[in-house]
């Protein structure tokens, strides 16, 4: 049985440890979790539990996460300038591995970010993303 990702009933059960450390994730990367749109951390949380059969996902695994999303919503200069430049240049490759891979968990949610429009623009430019057509 995999964790619950709950929201809570009315307020009165809270939300899911899983949720809270990735909102804890979020400000840890200098992304305000309030700026996150509640499915894209849904969404977000259960892909990363998908890859891990169900199971809880490890702290570096959530923060990992946490770091792709903040990098494609805030954009380069945004992150470099809360995070520094080594941990941006090294989010750049994920996203350059990952969309050279296609598959993987990184890649994921670099198409998440873009299909829910929440993206920097900047970001769509430079690792020249776009919608494939038929």
Same mark, same amino acid.
């Given at each position: #049985? !995999?964790?619950?990702?709950s929201?809570g009933?009315?307020?009165?059960?809270? !939300?899911? *440890?899983?949720?809270? *450390?990735?909102?804890?994730?979020?400000? %840890?990367?200098?992304?305000?979790?309030? /700026?996150?749109?509640?499915?894209?951390?849904?969404?977000? +949380? !259960? #892909?990363? +539990?998908?890859?891990?059969?169900g199971?809880?996902?490890? %702290?570096?695994?959530?923060?990992?996460?946490?770091?792709?999303?903040?990098y494609? +919503?805030?954009?380069a200069?945004?992150? %470099?300038?809360?995070?520094? *430049?080594?941990?941006?240049? *090294?989010?750049?490759?994920?996203?350059e591995?990952?969309? %050279?891979?296609?598959?993987?968990?990184?890649?994921?949610?670099?198409?998440?970010?873009?299909?829910?429009?929440?993206i920097?623009?900047?970001?769509?430019?430079?690792? !020249? /993303?776009?919608?494939?057509?038929d």
């Amino acid at each position: #049985m !995999r964790p619950a990702l709950s929201l809570g009933f009315f307020g009165l059960f809270g !939300r899911s *440890a899983v949720l809270r *450390a990735f909102d804890a994730d979020l400000r %840890a990367v200098d992304l305000h979790p309030d /700026l996150v749109p509640e499915a894209v951390k849904l969404t977000a +949380m !259960r #892909m990363l +539990m998908d890859e891990t059969g169900g199971r809880e996902p490890s %702290a570096e695994a959530s923060r990992a996460t946490a770091e792709i999303v903040a990098y494609c +919503m805030v954009g380069a200069d945004g992150f %470099a300038g809360a995070n520094g *430049a080594s941990l941006a240049e *090294a989010i750049e490759q994920r996203i350059e591995a990952a969309l %050279a891979d296609g598959s993987s968990i990184d890649a994921k949610l670099v198409l998440l970010t873009f299909h829910a429009k929440v993206i920097q623009p900047s970001v769509v430019d430079h690792f !020249r /993303l776009e919608v494939a057509s038929d």
